[in-house]
């Protein structure tokens, strides 16, 4: 079996400049976690919140901690001091969260607006539609301590690699008609589409950040 360093290796190599690797590290114990930090990774995906904070504490400080999964806003005070990017905002209610706890930790937030792209699964994200309508909300303009970083989507959990395609080129071509609502909180600067399984497509069709765990840490 090829080790954690190795697939990092082979991960990176087929991405192209401009695109980084976020390691998803969900489930994995905090030593394969440190093997992926001494092979250089820096960025790091969790789903869960006080994984993630239990992590944080137990690693070195200059890991970013991206969060991917699902949200709760009752968990959003356990990551706010820390927390990189959040990849999985899929309301206005959880970004007045967001703000809240980031204005409490002098921060501000990057954020990106999770769309749902996988036609025939229910996942969660919002539609272009629900998407537009927040980007356009006078609310959002008062939230001073987060940023609308970008987008993220998951594609069909299919083979059918056309499919799969045109699912990211569809977000592709999402974020860059939002760069019309571009204002102080709204920057579409990271698209984060790419997992273990469609990563290589993902990269082509434009994507900034993958979100790689399985081939690298092995299956969950
Ligand atoms: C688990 C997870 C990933 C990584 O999935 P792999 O197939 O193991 O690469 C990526 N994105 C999200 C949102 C996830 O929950």
Request: hydrophobic share 40%; glycine share 6%.
């Amino acid at each position: 079996m090829p080790s954690i360093a190795e697939n990092i290796a082979q991960t990176e190599s087929r991405l192209k400049p401009g695109t980084r690797l976020v390691a998803v590290t969900k489930t994995k114990p905090v030593e394969m976690l440190l093997e992926a930090y001494n092979a250089g990774s820096r960025l790091f995906g969790e789903n869960k919140v006080q994984e993630m904070a239990a992590k944080y504490e137990a690693l070195p400080k200059d890991i970013e901690w991206h969060m991917i999964g699902h949200l709760q806003t009752n968990k959003v005070k356990y990551m706010a001091p820390f927390v990189s990017l959040i990849h999985s905002v899929d309301s206005l209610k959880l970004l007045k969260e967001i703000n809240k706890e980031a204005a409490k930790n002098d921060r501000v937030i990057p954020c990106l607006l999770q769309i749902f792209i996988a036609r025939e699964e229910t996942k969660f994200g919002l539609s272009e539609e629900e998407a537009a309508e927040i980007l356009q909300s006078e609310e959002l303009q008062s939230y001073k301590s987060v940023i609308i970083s970008g987008l993220m989507g998951m594609a069909s959990n299919t083979d059918d690699e056309t499919k799969i395609r045109a699912e990211f080129r569809g977000l592709k071509s999402l974020f860059d008609s939002f760069k019309q609502f571009e204002s102080d909180q709204i920057k579409m600067q990271e698209l984060s589409m790419g997992m273990s399984g469609d990563y290589p497509i993902a990269v082509e069709e434009g994507s900034t950040l993958v979100r790689v765990g399985s081939a690298i840490f092995g299956s969950r």
